[in-house]
């Protein structure tokens, strides 16, 4: 039985080990979803590299990284016209990258729940600053301090984008016996 942690993203990372704390036994690897394509084949890409792992992979629980859960902060933005006069607008993130990582979540979610394998959500800051330190580090310096952690236990690190797959399996082993533990009690409660 494999525990799994997938950093959902266009290049998802994804981290599998057993259950137990040894972090020079998780493997982690990422798949390349399609680039400029619409939402709906990205999650489909998603979903059919999620049920390969799962038809060949015994997972028996999973931790899936929370997408962000607010609009960025607005900011006020200063351009010029071709006529040389100055306009302020408002610019607001990308809403529609939140969008995508929201359906890319639901994607997972189904496949998952398709295959009977429990999981747990957790988010970035939560996971970063149990494993890291700090939840409030900037992606490039997250995903380099997760690439140095995992290879300084002897986990090979393909790509910068499995670092964070790797760096929440150290996040599971951690918080699995807890999360079982709930899990029964909810069971045991339902059944009551």
Not at 91 to 113: E, F, M, R, Y
Not at 184 to 191: F, G, K, T
Request: hydrophobic share 45%; net charge positive; with cysteine.
């Amino acid at each position: 039985m494999e525990l799994l942690g997938l950093d959902i993203a266009t290049r998802a990372g994804w981290g599998l080990s057993p259950p137990f704390r040894e972090v020079e036994r998780i493997r982690v690897g990422s798949w390349q979803l399609p680039a400029g394509a619409p939402t709906h084949e990205k999650c489909a890409a998603l979903a059919g590299h999620l049920n390969n792992l799962c038809r060949t992979t015994a997972i028996g629980y999973a931790v899936l990284e929370l997408p962000m859960s607010a609009p960025p902060a607005r900011r006020k933005v200063v351009k010029e016209t071709p006529l040389g006069l100055q306009v302020e607008e408002v610019a607001a993130g990308s809403i529609q990258a939140q969008t995508i990582l929201w359906s890319l979540h639901g994607a997972a979610v189904a496949v998952l729940a398709s295959w009977g394998v429990p999981f747990r959500t957790v988010a970035v800051s939560t996971w970063r600053k149990d494993v890291l330190g700090s939840g409030r580090l900037k992606n490039d310096e997250a995903k380099r301090l997760c690439r140095e952690k995992l290879e300084a236990r002897g986990v090979h690190v393909p790509n910068i984008d499995a670092a964070e797959g790797g760096a929440l399996m150290i996040y599971a082993q951690r918080h699995y016996r807890r999360w079982q533990a709930e899990d029964e009690a909810l069971r045991r409660s339902a059944a009551a």
